[in-house]
């Protein structure tokens, strides 16, 4: 079964830092991995997506994240954080047995402090 | 401006009341879902619509129900609400093919029952 694990359940970094949220999957064949940012009160917003093509994916706000095949992992990076990076963040893969259907990891709570 | 509604944003309600949530989008999209999503921040599928007149069940098993009358109208009903029920619920639509794999999210209805 395919699955997505997020082994942090927040992250502290400070403003200006360079910042990762980490994000390991398990799929069988070739995934489609995708990163949501959500603030409070708010619903998930999409950052951006791996298909196919260049490991490293740019996205919204910033962020990018690397694809790395040997080591199944898709890591959220941001070069410096901002305060307004403050929100939970969640790695999706796409579910193979149902193509309109994600699954998302269990998120992690960036904390940006000034 | 193409968007993705949630009403109410918050209810508070009593045991054994019949509630609806609320879900409209005007992207067009076919394809919608309803999400819960823990205190602890898990999301987890409970309802998913391809289009018209086709609902399923998710991935976690609930009480609620849904309807697709309309392609932009996703409504999940609870006949009679307990406290068990209190959770966000997070609706979202995604159209395989101007946007493959993406889903788009709605603001969410934190539901509480006392």
């Known amino acids: 079964a395919q699955s997505v694990a997020q082994p942090e359940d927040q992250v502290n970094v400070a403003e200006g830092n360079p910042l990762t949220v980490k994000c390991t999957y398990s799929?069988?064949?070739?995934?489609?991995l995708f990163w949501y940012v959500q603030y409070p009160n708010r619903g998930l917003q999409f950052l951006l997506k791996?298909?196919?093509?260049?490991?490293l994916v740019k996205g919204s706000y910033g962020f990018e994240a690397e694809f790395n095949k040997s080591q199944t992992s898709f890591h959220l990076k941001k070069p410096s954080a901002l305060v307004s990076d403050s929100a939970l963040y969640f790695c999706?893969?796409?579910?193979?047995?149902?193509?309109?259907?994600?699954?998302f990891g269990s998120g992690t709570r960036l904390l940006v402090r000034p | 401006e193409a968007d993705i509604y949630q009403t109410p944003r918050y209810l508070v309600i009593g045991t054994g009341k019949k509630i609806t949530l609320e879900c409209s989008q005007t992207?067009?999209?076919?394809?919608m879902y309803w999400y819960q999503q823990d205190p602890g921040m898990e999301l987890h599928l409970i309802h998913y619509?391809?289009?018209?007149?086709?609902?399923e069940k998710g991935d976690l098993s609930s009480e609620s129900t849904v309807s697709r009358i309309r392609t932009e109208h996703f409504p999940l009903t609870l006949e009679s609400a307990r406290p068990s029920h209190t959770s966000q619920y997070l609706c979202?639509?995604?159209?395989?093919?101007?946007?493959?794999?993406?889903?788009?999210f709605g603001p969410g209805t934190r539901l509480t029952v006392l």
């Open positions: 619509s391809y289009g018209v007149n086709s609902t």
């Open positions: 799929v069988s064949g070739n995934p489609y």
């Open positions: 979202a639509s995604s159209d395989p093919v101007r946007a493959p794999n993406e889903q788009f």
């Open positions: 999706a893969v796409r579910d193979l047995d149902s193509s309109y259907k994600l699954i």
């Open positions: 992207m067009g999209h076919d394809k």
């Open positions: 791996y298909i196919t093509g260049d490991n």
